[in-house]
């Protein structure tokens, strides 16, 4: 695809020569991705309008609506895109670590999501601090999360107990809390080194997987009697 200069103003014209119509179609909708990325990891999600991401694309409104039923959906795109990107990082670190411990894969797995925002903190913003201010990305996080929570259950960061509720807990406090230590290191509030946060984050994690395994599992409450009707005298 090549672009041919215009007047300003004006919009870009590419050249889209043997090329089909449907791809056509995702490479514009990966343009319109890769610009609402920058914007809402710059300048927030209350940036991104449908004018200012043609405007930074030099595409035409109509291609917007070709590929996004509406802003929302562009956002929640460009997180789903996020997500799917983190997913195969992680899933890449755990595969590496072949049968290691459980700590060097706990290590691993927060390695991977650790560097995987560091190194581009536009996506740190998207994931972990704008999906809490609108209300449909939001949403798309909590389902991210429990993704993430069954991935850690899956690689066997947690050891469940007869019962499971204390590892699911621990999972859930395990990706929650990583998040919210992440984007405190990201602020300048936790003064190590990325490195040292990791190593940190596993040995609490492995130790929360470790007292989550001892965790007996609840007795049922006694039954209590069943109410009589009001009224009525015993026989």
């Given at each position: 695809?090549?672009?041919?200069?215009?007047?300003?103003?004006?919009?870009?014209?590419?050249?889209?020569?043997?090329?089909?119509?449907?791809?056509?179609?995702?490479?514009?909708?990966?343009?319109?991705?890769?610009?609402?990325?920058?914007?809402?990891?710059?300048?927030?999600?209350?940036?991104?309008?449908?004018?200012?991401?043609?405007?930074?694309?030099?595409?035409?409104?109509?291609?917007?609506?070709?590929?996004?039923?509406?802003?929302?959906?562009?956002?929640?795109?460009?997180f789903d895109r996020l997500i799917g990107e983190l997913s195969e990082v992680i899933a890449g670190a755990a595969a590496a670590t072949g049968d290691e411990s459980t700590a060097d894969r706990a290590r691993a797995g927060l390695n991977a999501v650790a560097h995987f925002v560091a190194d581009d903190r536009r996506r740190a913003r998207v994931l972990y601090t704008e999906a809490l201010g609108n209300d449909r990305l939001n949403h798309r996080r909590l389902e991210a999360m429990q993704q993430f929570v069954d991935l850690l259950g899956a690689a066997g960061q947690t050891r469940p107990n007869s019962a499971g509720h204390a590892a699911q807990v621990a999972a859930y406090i395990a990706v929650g809390g990583f998040t919210n230590v992440l984007v405190a290191w990201l602020d300048g509030r936790i003064d190590v080194t990325l490195d040292e946060l990791v190593d940190d984050a596993t040995a609490i994690l492995v130790a929360a997987a470790e007292a989550a395994a001892g965790v007996a599992p609840p007795r049922p409450l006694p039954r209590r009697p069943a109410a009589r009707s009001p009224g009525r005298s015993a026989r």
């Open positions: 695809m090549s672009v041919i200069p215009i007047p300003p103003g004006g919009e870009t014209r590419r050249s889209w020569r043997g090329v089909s119509s449907a791809d056509r179609a995702a490479e514009r909708q990966q343009i319109l991705l890769d610009a609402a990325f920058d914007l809402v990891g710059t300048e927030g999600w209350a940036a991104l309008t449908v004018r200012g991401v043609c405007r930074a694309t030099r595409l035409h409104p109509r291609y917007f609506y070709q590929a996004f039923a509406d802003v929302d959906a562009l956002l929640v795109a460009v």
